[in-house]
Each structure stands twice: as C-alpha cells, then as structure tokens.
C-alpha cells in the first residue's frame, strides 16, 4: 500500500516536471536549430549621414570600475558618429560622479530614495537626453569594457533602420575560476546563442541590459518606464507588445565582470533570476491572450519566459528522467539531448574550446548550487527590489578587446 502510494506520488511530480519543461525545450530546440543555420548573405543599405550618439552609463556606487568603463568607450572607433558618454550618478554615496567626470564623462546626479533602480535611473537619463537631439542612445553597465568597434556596429546598425538593438554581451573575467567559467558559458547560451537564433528567424532577439541600445524615434513612442529588478525584460516585452524588434548586433560586444565568490555571487543570480519568475507570473498570461488572439509575434517571447533557468530546467529534466513512466521518461531524455545541443552550439557560436567541454563536468555542482538558492530566489520573485549594488572582485588589469566578436 504505501510503496503503491509512494509510486503515484513519484509519477506525479515526475508528470508536473515534465509538462514544466516541455515550453522550454522546445524553445531551445528552436533557436538553437535556427542560429545553426548559414547565415544568408543580404544586400544592406548603409547610410553614411552624421549619427550623433549618447552613451548612457547607469551608476549606483561605481567608484571602482567607472573610470575604466568610460575610457573603454572613449577609445572605441568612431569614423563618422559622434558620440558622447553620461553617467548617471544614481543616489551615490561614494566617489562615482567626481571620477567619471574625472575620466572624461558628462554626469546626470541623480537623487530619489523613493524610487530607486536602474531602470528610474535610465528614465531620468533618457529624459534628461532628449531636448538635446541624440539620434539614439546605447547602454552600457558601470563594470563594463566594450569592444573598439562597439559604437560604430551597434549606432550603425541603428542608423541602417533598426527599431533597437543588442550587442554580444560576454563575461570579462571568464578565466578566473571554473564557476565564471561555467557561468560564461551559461551567459554565452543566454546572450549570444539564443539571440542569434531569433535573429536568424527575424524575431526581436531581446534586450540583455548591457549593450543595448534604442533610436530616438522608438524612446519617444515606447518610453522606457520599467522599473522592476529585470527592467530590461520589462521593457523588452513593452517593446514587442507595441510591434517594434530589436535586432541583434553579432559583430560586436560588451564585456562584464560577474563576481567569483561571496554575498555577490548569491545575491545576483537570486535577485535576476526571482525577478525573472515574477515577470513570467504579471506578464506570461498577457503574452497567452496575446497568442490566442491571434498574432504569433507573442509565441516566441512567451515560451522564453516559460523556459525556467538553465540549471532548473535540468533539474526538472532529472526528476522525469527517473520517473517510472515511460512517456515522461522519454521526455526527460529528449529535454537532456536538447539541453546538451543547446550548450554545445554555445559553445561553437561564442568561440569556446575544448576546455569549456570540460568545465562541463563541474555542471552538477553548479545545479546543486543554485537548488540551495531556491529560497532566497522565491524571496526576491514575491518584492520588487531597490538598486543595491552587487559586490565584485577586486580589480585587475583591462585585458584588450578590440578584437571581440564571432570567431
């Protein structure tokens, strides 16, 4: 009796894993499939008119990193485009904005204990822009390097008639331990891969909330007042809704740093990814309604946000694998098979090695992990936080980037 009831027990939340991860492998399967796919070579229409461009750096106690930020976009090429970097001092309590004016930076202070985050901070610095006429504006995170061609590829491709746009948005000190490691690679799946795949099947590719960047045009009919812990889905999903695409930029990149060990390291990944799974609750049945009445254009947006985290969809995919039934066994193999396609063309699309296959096997440590952040992530999913600075490692010497993007 209780082995039979132990059993049913065993195939229901098998079942439940199952139908969980159903939405997410098959968008894996999708874009990964699709940004396997030749790219077709397309005749472009590149203007040559004078673009004037406004790079806005959204600062909450940077004092460490901005310096190095603003000179790395000050170095960047720019032939035709003019370009000038703000900084937006957002409620500091340290040294940020004498720094970055220091280093070169026009700085926007901004003060307001009531409404705090990046994404007030960035609303003030579009607003602030606007009377000034930039044709666009890109954005770049405070613990940033970007690649020299950073402003030329990404502006450009704006000025060619883009709605918005996403750069390749990589990690900077993948090399420091086997977690930034495995990180990068989770990264290089989330920001490089599945954004070339919805590229290649012209869907809008996303905003990443590093390296992005909007026309003036688009800002004016869709105004950027998100203001939850993962602003920048907020505000892509306002994008869609309103029929405008962002259009992935793979010739260029931006490098940030993600920290190796500590508070930071936990207080990141719980406050991005339970804001995450708050997004799929306010917004995932407007997408569904969206869908069945009719227009695709939500399909794709609303089976990314159903796509759990990489590390709990496995985990899911483990509980069907070891399920007595059949059917949701199948399921869980085929989930697996997906998952280790969609990583192994991360790999290949972001120029990985050998080396990152063997990183690999440090995977299940990384999904225990993040199983013992569940708590804390379920915290997070339940508020909308304030812009509390993640603490990063100490810093190194800048590595050179010029030549950052596709292999």
Request: charged share 20%.
């Amino acid at each position: 009796m209780i082995a039979e009831l132990l059993r049913s027990v065993c195939e229901m939340f098998g079942v439940l894993a199952a139908v969980a991860t159903i939405p997410g492998s098959i968008e894996l399967l999708v874009v990964t499939t699709a940004a396997l796919i030749p790219k077709r070579s397309t005749a472009t229409d590149s203007r040559n008119d004078v673009w004037r461009v406004a790079v806005v750096v959204p600062a909450h106690n940077e004092a460490e990193n901005i310096a190095s930020c603003v000179q790395s976009l000050l170095n960047t090429e720019l032939y035709d485009m003019q370009m000038s970097v703000y900084v937006v001092a957002d409620n500091c309590e340290d040294e940020t904005a004498r720094i970055a004016k220091e280093a070169g930076a026009y700085v926007l202070v901004r003060s307001n204990l009531l409404q705090r985050g990046k994404g007030y901070a960035l609303h003030f610095a579009f607003t602030s822009l606007e009377p000034l006429g930039y044709d666009c504006v890109l954005v770049v995170d405070a613990d940033t390097i970007v690649a020299k061609n950073f402003i030329v590829a990404a502006a450009g491709a704006l000025r060619d008639g883009a709605d918005a746009v996403q750069t390749r948005y990589l990690v900077r000190n993948v090399d420091q331990s086997t977690r930034t490691r495995l990180m990068g690679l989770a990264l290089c799946a989330f920001n490089v891969l599945r954004p070339l795949g919805r590229e290649r099947l012209g869907l809008s590719v996303g905003i990443l909330g590093n390296g992005f960047g909007l026309r003036r045009q688009t800002l004016r009919l869709v105004p950027y007042l998100a203001s939850s812990v993962v602003e920048d889905l907020e505000y892509h999903l306002s994008l869609v809704q309103a029929g405008f695409r962002v259009k992935f930029v793979n010739e260029t990149a931006v490098l940030g740093e993600i920290p190796v060990r500590g508070e930071g390291v936990n207080t990141q990944r719980s406050r991005w990814e339970g804001g995450r799974l708050r997004m799929m609750y306010l917004t995932a049945p407007k997408l569904l309604r969206g869908v069945l009445s009719g227009p695709l254009t939500f399909l794709e947006p609303l089976l990314d946000l159903l796509l759990l985290p990489l590390a709990f969809h496995v985990a899911l995919l483990a509980v069907a694998l070891i399920t007595p039934l059949f059917v949701v066994r199948y399921i869980g193999i085929a989930g697996i098979c997906i998952v280790a396609l969609h990583l192994a063309a991360a790999i290949v699309v972001g120029g990985g090695s050998w080396r990152d296959v063997g990183t690999l096997a440090s995977a299940p440590f990384y999904v225990l992990w993040k199983l013992m952040l569940i708590p804390s992530l379920l915290r997070s999913a339940r508020s909308n936080h304030s812009w509390v600075r993640t603490r990063r490692n100490a810093e190194g010497p800048l590595e050179d980037v010029s030549s950052a993007g596709p292999p």
